[in-house]
């Protein structure tokens, strides 16, 4: 009966030293995994073994947490939830740069454009155009096989599905809603229409989240932004202006569709799961 080869003792030193090529280490290691007899040839100091492990599992149970995570757990986030809204896709992370560059340049146009009292008011409207349907460019982004390199691992985990996307989504809407906040105030001409796209810019994310019960996000979401930046053209063509949009009437009309709109999503749920069949044909 042929007996079982054995690693030569030089080759278990050298190993041991670090002093092989990583093929030969691989090799070695191949063996070892199968060779009691030579895994208990290797030399290694216990001591030093039993801290490595330490280490090891230290950054296994205990790894330090993102920035956002941090800033999310002292806001009262759930650890896991923390840990799991900062790793938003980076696309999603890219949208972020992009809506502050957005307003930037929509503050900054309004200024240069409203030095005459007439344009003060008539300078927000690029502002108002663009601010409601920010939060939908971040949601098409936030969640998907087509935009999430790890989203088949995630399917996997229990946070997969409905609850994901509706976390996603919340992930986004509030950092669009801080920042646009934050630039409505610098803008010329009256306060009120400086907040006056806040409850279309709900009304328009709870739509795409409704919408999404039926195509994929990408799809409700750019379906949405195409039809509001119509509308505004068509009725600026007619009228001359867009402010019939952002009237009182129309703001209690956003003001009832956005509650209604987030029951309907949330009663349909469960068909909220970006992973199915009939979304990834889109």
């Avoid at 990583?22 to 030093?48: F, K």
């Avoid at 939908?136 to 399917?155: C, F, K, S």
């Avoid at 007619?238 to 209690?252: D, E």
Wanted: proline share 9%; with cysteine; glycine share 6%.
């Amino acid at each position: 009966m042929k007996s079982q080869w054995h690693l030569p003792g030089e080759l278990i030193q050298r190993y041991a030293t670090g002093r092989l090529e990583p093929v030969q280490v691989m090799s070695v290691e191949t063996h070892l995994s199968r060779c009691a007899a030579c895994r208990e040839a290797v030399p290694y100091d216990e001591e030093w073994l039993a801290t490595s492990w330490e280490r090891i599992e230290d950054l296994v149970d205990r790894p330090s947490p993102r920035p956002a995570a941090r800033l999310l757990h002292r806001a009262g986030v759930p650890d896991h939830l923390a840990t799991f809204l900062a790793a938003t896709p980076t696309p999603a992370r890219g949208w972020l740069a992009a809506v502050g560059a957005v307003l930037t340049f929509a503050v900054t146009a309004a200024h240069l454009a409203g030095q005459d009292p007439f344009w003060a008011v008539h300078a927000v409207v690029p502002f108002l155009t663009i601010a409601p349907v920010l939060p939908l460019a971040g949601i098409a982004l936030a969640y998907g096989p087509h935009v999430d390199p790890v989203h088949e691992l995630q399917a996997a985990t229990p946070m997969a599905g409905p609850r994901l996307l509706l976390l996603r989504a919340l992930a986004v809407l509030v950092p669009a809603v801080v920042l646009t906040s934050i630039a409505a105030p610098f803008l010329p001409g009256p306060g009120r229409l400086a907040a006056a796209w806040l409850l279309p810019a709900l009304a328009l994310t709870a739509g795409t989240l409704a919408l999404s019960t039926r195509v994929s996000p990408r799809l409700a979401a750019g379906g949405l932004v195409t039809a509001w930046l119509a509308a505004l053209a068509l009725e600026g063509g007619l009228a001359g202006h867009v402010f019939v949009f952002f009237s009182p009437a129309a703001q209690a009309l956003y003001g009832t569709a956005a509650p209604i709109l987030a029951v309907f999503a949330y009663r349909r749920r469960a068909h909220l799961d970006p992973g199915e069949s009939r979304w990834n044909r889109l």
